[in-house]
């Protein structure tokens, strides 16, 4: 360790200590294992629920009478000829995808839900960007569940599922999606990084740790996963595995402080006060 990080290590010790002692946390550095054993690392804990979903109020709906009149006059005829046929998916198809394209999101909406089973995944598409601009998170969630009948091996919209799942507050299958997406695809980033936010909402700290260690196995030890590591390990006073994380933590990047302070308090709650 050289001299500059020893003071950085020396006075973020004070500095965090004081932190702690003011929180009133110390009592978790400082409270010693009796048998000198770090407790049984694998028993989930209790996790705080997200809070309720709130419905959000949907922007105002733009009209058909705010266009120009050559683009008011394709969508009447359009709307005409669905009217007249309803049963040609093509018009439908061609009415959703103008709706959308002139950012009549609520007639998108109202004009392709109802043949939710009818439309092609482009189509869907289209009606899951209408739903998003309305914020009607609700139906984003049916229509995204009814695609993956049809492509079960698409990580991205599982991915996309578990974030409106998310958004609706619903843990279990924000969850279910986000595993799934990082099951078919184990180096996609996006499930993992959504994921590892639930967990810290929710104060998982279990899940949180074995999340971050996938991660390590899947993508590598990048500095910033392994600095979650050592901060997650110290929280809960796990002082080997928090040698062990903040060690390769402080290798892998030595220019952040907060893993030679973990590090350094670490050693010297387990005896180590020469390291």
């Given at each position: 360790?050289?001299y500059r990080?020893?003071i950085?290590?020396?006075?973020g010790?004070?500095s965090l200590v004081s932190?702690?002692s003011?929180?009133?946390l110390?009592i978790?550095l400082?409270n010693?294992r009796?048998?000198?054993v770090?407790?049984?690392?694998?028993?989930?804990?209790?996790?705080?629920p997200?809070?309720?979903y709130?419905s959000?109020e949907?922007?105002?709906?733009n009209?058909?009478?705010?266009?120009?009149?050559?683009?008011?006059?394709?969508?009447?005829k359009?709307k005409?000829?669905?009217?007249s046929?309803p049963?040609?998916i093509?018009i439908?198809k061609?009415?959703?995808?103008?709706?959308?394209?002139n950012?009549?999101?609520?007639s998108?909406?109202d004009?392709?839900l109802?043949?939710l089973?009818e439309?092609?995944?482009s189509?869907?598409s289209i009606?899951?960007?209408?739903?998003e601009?309305r914020?009607?998170?609700?139906?984003?969630?049916k229509?995204?569940?009814?695609m993956?009948?049809y492509?079960p091996?698409n990580?991205?919209?599982?991915?996309i599922?578990g974030?409106?799942?998310?958004i609706l507050?619903?843990?279990e299958?924000?969850?279910?999606?986000?595993?799934?997406?990082?099951?078919l695809?184990p180096?996609y980033?996006?499930?993992y990084k959504r994921?590892?936010e639930?967990?810290?909402?929710?104060e998982?700290?279990?899940?949180?740790r074995?999340l971050?260690?996938?991660?390590?196995?899947?993508?590598g030890?990048?500095?910033v996963?392994?600095t979650d590591?050592?901060?997650?390990?110290s929280?809960?006073?796990y002082f080997d595995?928090?040698?062990?994380?903040?060690?390769?933590?402080?290798r892998?990047?030595?220019?952040?402080?907060d893993?030679?302070?973990?590090?350094g308090?670490?050693?010297k709650?387990?005896g180590?006060?020469?390291?």
């Amino acid at each position: 360790m050289t001299y500059r990080q020893k003071i950085c290590l020396t006075i973020g010790i004070i500095s965090l200590v004081s932190m702690y002692s003011i929180s009133g946390l110390t009592i978790s550095l400082s409270n010693k294992r009796n048998d000198g054993v770090d407790p049984i690392l694998g028993k989930k804990q209790t996790y705080r629920p997200l809070s309720a979903y709130k419905s959000p109020e949907p922007p105002p709906v733009n009209k058909v009478s705010e266009l120009p009149k050559e683009r008011q006059n394709h969508l009447i005829k359009l709307k005409k000829r669905h009217e007249s046929q309803p049963e040609n998916i093509e018009i439908l198809k061609a009415l959703g995808k103008q709706l959308h394209k002139n950012k009549l999101f609520e007639s998108c909406k109202d004009t392709l839900l109802p043949y939710l089973n009818e439309l092609d995944q482009s189509t869907k598409s289209i009606l899951v960007k209408c739903l998003e601009k309305r914020l009607d998170h609700r139906n984003q969630a049916k229509v995204l569940e009814n695609m993956l009948i049809y492509e079960p091996k698409n990580y991205r919209l599982y991915t996309i599922a578990g974030d409106i799942f998310y958004i609706l507050r619903d843990a279990e299958k924000a969850i279910t999606h986000y595993r799934k997406a990082i099951s078919l695809n184990p180096k996609y980033v996006a499930p993992y990084k959504r994921l590892l936010e639930l967990f810290k909402e929710t104060e998982n700290t279990y899940e949180q740790r074995q999340l971050l260690t996938e991660m390590v196995k899947s993508m590598g030890e990048q500095p910033v996963f392994l600095t979650d590591l050592c901060r997650l390990y110290s929280l809960e006073a796990y002082f080997d595995q928090t040698i062990s994380a903040c060690l390769k933590a402080v290798r892998a990047n030595p220019k952040i402080a907060d893993n030679h302070v973990r590090l350094g308090i670490a050693y010297k709650e387990s005896g180590n006060s020469d390291k």
